[in-house]
């Protein structure tokens, strides 16, 4: 599995547009990349999943660039029920999934 | 539409007793994940199983540790003559067959066990 690198922490306020970089430097052919949200005890929860270029969904967009040696995740407008931990996933189409220490975001008022 | 289940939420046992961890998936789902999560780590992957079949067990312990996954009732991971180590929330997640992919996951609220 290609190993990933993402900032251990973030800070935003409410509003505020937040873009988490994730490196993955040794991303093979096959590889998509997934983003997966963890609250505060309860489990992870799938954001979004893209291979190139831009993925938007209702809660977040994902932006791959040619090389796909990283991606961003975006969250526009984010409020105080988005403080969370965030988890870059770089993987074929397989069920073992790979999380690290992931980012932990905190919005503040 | 109920999502994935797990119960019990919250696990206490005493060293060498035995942990018996219950995950339902969601309604449809077929595939059945186990994680575990130490204390300030991300997820790491258990075992996987289909009905009545362990798929892949590469991630869990030789030892004490079991996974299964009946015709009928929900998936089991059982944890036998627990060690303070193996303390951490355990989280379960089920994938539906039909999508053909296996990277959306479902996850449940996970059982959090305490050895004492």
């Known amino acids: 599995l290609a190993k990933t690198t993402q900032p251990i922490s973030m800070d935003s306020y409410e509003g505020q547009e937040v873009n988490i970089t994730c490196s993955h430097n040794?991303?093979?052919?096959?590889?998509?990349i997934t983003w997966y949200q963890q609250f505060p005890s309860q489990g992870p929860r799938f954001i979004i999943q893209g291979y190139k270029t831009k993925v938007t969904n209702e809660v977040a967009s994902l932006f791959i660039p040619a090389d796909r040696k990283s991606s961003t995740l975006s969250l526009p407008r984010v409020s105080l029920s988005d403080t969370a931990v965030y988890y870059c996933?770089?993987?074929?189409?397989?069920?073992?999934?790979?999380f690290g220490a992931g980012t932990t975001v905190t919005v503040r008022a | 539409n109920a999502g994935v289940m797990q119960n019990p939420r919250h696990l206490v046992r005493r060293r060498g007793q035995e942990a018996r961890l219950r995950c339902s998936p969601m309604k449809g789902h077929s595939h059945v994940y186990w994680y575990r999560q130490l204390p300030e780590e991300g997820l790491k992957f258990m075992v996987y199983?289909?009905?009545?079949?362990?798929?892949?067990e590469s991630g869990m312990p030789k030892e004490r540790f079991s996974a299964e996954f009946p015709k009928e009732g929900p998936s089991i991971l059982r944890i036998q003559q627990v060690v303070r180590g193996d303390s951490a929330a355990y989280f379960c997640?089920?994938?539906?067959?039909?999508?053909?992919?296996?990277?959306?996951?479902?996850f449940g609220p996970g059982t959090r066990l305490t050895v004492t």
């Open positions: 199983l289909q009905k009545e079949n362990i798929i892949d």
């Open positions: 040794n991303i093979a052919t096959n590889d998509y």
């Open positions: 996933l770089v993987a074929i189409n397989d069920y073992k999934l790979s």
């Open positions: 997640a089920s994938s539906d067959p039909g999508t053909g992919s296996s990277y959306e996951q479902y």
